[in-house]
């Protein structure tokens, strides 16, 4: 379907679904997301194709084509499914409280699908639903004490989103390692431990002594709590209290 502006197709999100056929498995593009989902959560994205979400569906490749045009529309509407998830959070009474939410559901959201970590910080998402996340997060930021145009709001939604896409990108990463070298922390230590110890104490690296012996061990969600908290506070200019 050709645009008013030239012959480059509308995005997905845009496209009207096709015509219901008579066939033995009715389609949509939510059921084929949703499948998509699976398979994804269960093999990771390179283990996703057209071929194998049809055949988890029970259809013929091509079918599929009628509804994505590609494996990137795929990716957009499954990271989209995400997104609406994020944005049942809604909003909050206050700027902080509302960002917050969505940055842990955010959070929450990679960690049930790792495979949405991996798409954070690429092309850019601009399905409905992540336009929706995106809306509220920049409307709580442009309400920040310290926020007072548009650069400033530019500068914290930056700030903000490369928070969030590190430390989530990191977590998970760090999540996959442990998985596939069967390698918890009491094992990690006891490998490398020795090691680290003999370099320490060479006193060549001081300050990662200090973080390595008298640093605080916080979990995950201790650790990314606490340094959201220190972002928003460098927006505002005001610590929380």
Partial sequence: MDTPYGSEPLPVWE?????????????????????AIRLADAHGLDGLSVR????????APMRLYDYVLNRSELLDLMV?????????????????ATVLAIAHATRDAALA???????????PHLGPHALAVGEATAAALSQAPGV????????????????????????VTERR?????????????????????????TGR?????????????????????H?????LDGITGHPHT
């Fill in 15 to 35: 496209r009207p679904e096709p015509q219901p056929r008579a066939a033995p498995v009715p389609l949509s593009r939510e059921k084929i997301a949703a499948t």
């Fill in 52 to 59: 194998k979400i049809a055949k988890e569906l029970g259809v």
């Fill in 80 to 96: 989209d499914v995400v997104y609406a998830r994020i944005a049942e959070v809604g909003r909050h009474p206050t700027w902080r």
């Fill in 113 to 123: 699908h790792e495979w949405f970590a991996d798409l954070l910080g690429g092309r």
């Fill in 148 to 171: 007072h145009g548009i650069d400033d709001l530019q500068r914290a939604v930056g700030a903000l989103n490369a928070f969030i896409i590190g430390s989530i990108r990191r977590e």
């Fill in 177 to 201: 390692t442990a998985r596939s070298t069967g390698t918890d922390e009491a094992a990690w230590q006891a490998a490398l431990g020795p090691y680290l110890t003999r370099m320490l104490q």
């Fill in 205 to 225: 690296y001081p300050t990662i002594a200090r973080l390595v012996i008298d640093g605080a061990h916080l979990n995950a969600e201790e650790t990314f709590d």
């Fill in 227 to 231: 340094n959201l908290t220190t972002v």
